[in-house]
T-cell receptor, first 114, second 114 residues
Framework: DGGITQSPKYLFRKEGQNVTLSCEQN?????MYWYRQDPGQGLRLIYY???????QKGDIAEGYSVSREKKESFPLTVTSAQKNPTAFYLC?????????????FGPGTRLTVT | KNEVEQSPQNLTAQEGEFITINCSYS?????LHWLQQHPGGGIVSLFM???GKKKHGRLIATINIQEKHSSLHITASHPRDSAVYIC????????????????FGKGTLLTVNP
């Protein structure tokens, strides 16, 4: 089945540690996105990538890093510089072009940092 | 940048009731996205629409581009419809390279009681 997978579903880390969240898609989409969701707030864009080996900062990129070495994969690293990393993280993908295209979401990873 | 307002924030209904969720945005757009987030966190796309009305089963979405407003209706609501409903629009008017950047509403939490 085509879709987006994120692992793990729950992740616990100690403060000061970097942590990498996985996102894989087999939809053959060129564009991939990382969002952060906090209680009572809308999803906020962290990073997005329109093509392999290229990515752009979103609205809240500070304290995060990404790579896009393969079309299928877009891992997100939450670094120790991120002041408030505990949140629900969602990965998404879409086709690219000049229009407005539907984004498909993964199941999310809930990160807790203590 | 586009601003998105959803109302109501919370909605409780009895099974069988007709539900309406509203979404208003500030900048003219090419299309709007309605999403459903299940209690477990996963997000699924319900509709993408740029004009008029779309229907899928018991769900109906309408949009009025001139008034910058969209509504999501659920007919004959059922407890399994309980979820958070989110609308999303392009962050800028023409999109350009920013068709990939969406602004999300904070969501409407719908609870349907049996």
């Amino acid at each position: 089945d085509g879709g987006i997978t994120q692992s793990p579903k729950y992740l616990f880390r100690k403060e000061g540690q970097n942590v990498t969240l996985s996102c894989e898609q087999n939809l053959n989409h060129d564009a991939m996105y990382w969002y952060r969701q906090d209680p009572g707030q809308g999803l906020r864009l962290i990073y997005y990538s329109q093509i392999v080996n290229d990515f752009q900062k979103g609205d809240i990129a500070e304290g995060y890093s990404v790579s896009r070495e393969k079309k299928e994969s877009f891992p997100l690293t939450v670094t120790s510089a991120q002041k408030n990393p505990t949140a629900f993280y969602l990965c998404a993908s879409s086709i690219t072009g000049t229009g407005f295209y539907e984004q498909y979401f993964g199941p999310g990873t809930r990160l807790t940092v203590t | 940048k586009n601003e998105v307002e959803q109302s109501p924030q919370n909605l409780t209904a009895q099974e069988g009731e007709f539900i309406t969720i509203n979404c208003s945005y500030s900048v003219g757009i090419s299309a709007l996205h309605w999403l459903q987030q299940h209690p477990g966190g996963g997000i699924v796309s319900l509709f993408m629409l740029s004009s008029g009305k779309k229907k899928h089963g018991r769900l109906i979405a309408t949009i009025n581009i001139q008034e910058k407003h969209s509504s999501l209706h659920i007919t004959a609501s059922h407890p399994r419809d309980s979820a958070v409903y989110i609308c999303a629009v392009p962050s800028t008017r023409d999109g350009g390279g920013s068709n990939y950047k969406l602004t999300f509403g904070k969501g409407t939490l719908l609870t349907v009681n049996p």
